[in-house]
């Protein structure tokens, strides 16, 4: 029997809320989906308990790179249950909610609402919620900042000048939503030719570092321009599950994010 004076645990546990950080970008295609994959289960081997949230209604990809496509989330209660990653990550994302090949044209309402059932679903022990935002700066994106408040933010660009200004733009809204930005990600820097090694650099390279300089937001790191980060990605084998100096780029940019 129980030590005396103790009480019974109450039926219902309460669930402790996850810490949200959020990874947007100015503009899309700029690797945001990638970087907020590989950062999970970057995490994740770091021994963390991370989830995923992919809030990019116009192109939700994370069921792709996770390899959790056509699963549909059960739900329990009012709560969704996130749907098993092979790689030890729950996740949920606007594609596991959708038809697939079916556009909708979400409505702000809308769209905050469905995003207000990823983000509030069963995450259990989850620790940290990484959230794939949609890119730019528009009505989800303040939905999410206002309602969710997230304890961080982490911009990724490429190195070109236009990528950068809509970076800016981004981190002005996360600024005005008193969402602190943890730092910038240069993504697409430097190609390292299969053939003949010859490191170029198609959209630049070190802009986005000079970017981060000039506005006193931290520098977090940068990720090459790699066949093999598109081709993992679409394979649903995340670069960051593997070895390698690209594996090693996605880990040292998570570690800053595990403090
Ligand atoms: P976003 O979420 O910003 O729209 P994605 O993550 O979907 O961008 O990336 C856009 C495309 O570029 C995808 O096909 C992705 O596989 C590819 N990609 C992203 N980052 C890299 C990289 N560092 N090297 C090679 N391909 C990349």
């Known amino acids: 029997p129980p030590a005396t004076g103790t009480t019974a645990a109450p039926a219902v546990k309460t669930e402790k809320k996850p810490l949200i950080i959020a990874v947007g970008s100015g503009k899309g295609g700029v690797g945001k989906s990638?970087?907020?994959?590989?950062?999970?289960?970057?995490?994740?081997r770091a021994g963390r308990k991370v989830?995923?949230?992919?809030?990019?209604i116009y192109g939700p990809s994370q069921p792709t790179i996770l390899a959790t496509k056509g699963e549909r989330p059960q739900a329990e209660g009012d709560k969704l249950i996130p749907i098993a990653s092979p790689f030890g990550i729950p996740m949920l994302s606007m594609g596991h909610l959708v038809e697939p090949g079916k556009a909708i044209a979400w409505r702000g309402p809308m769209a905050g609402n469905a995003l207000g059932q990823l983000i509030d679903a069963r995450w259990g022990d989850v620790e940290v919620l990484l959230v794939d935002l949609p890119p730019g700066t528009g009505d989800v994106q303040l939905t999410m900042l206002q309602r969710y408040k997230p304890a961080g933010a982490v911009i990724v660009s490429t190195p070109q000048d236009l990528a950068l200004i809509d970076a800016q733009r981004a981190a002005n809204l996360f600024d005005s939503g008193k969402v602190p930005?943890?730092?910038l990600v240069e993504n697409m820097a430097g190609y390292a030719c299969p053939h003949c090694g010859e490191v170029s650099d198609p959209f630049g390279r070190g802009g986005v570092e000079a970017a981060a300089e000039a506005t006193g937001i931290p520098f977090m790191g940068r990720i090459p321009l790699a066949i093999e980060i598109r081709e993992q990605s679409d394979a649903g084998t995340p670069t960051a599950a593997g070895e390698g100096p690209q594996a090693d780029a996605f880990a040292a940019i998570a570690a800053q994010l595990a403090r």
């Open 181 to 183: 930005i943890i730092g």
């Open 51 to 56: 989830g995923v949230v992919d809030a990019d």
């Open 34 to 44: 990638t970087l907020t994959a590989n950062l999970a289960v970057a995490l994740m």
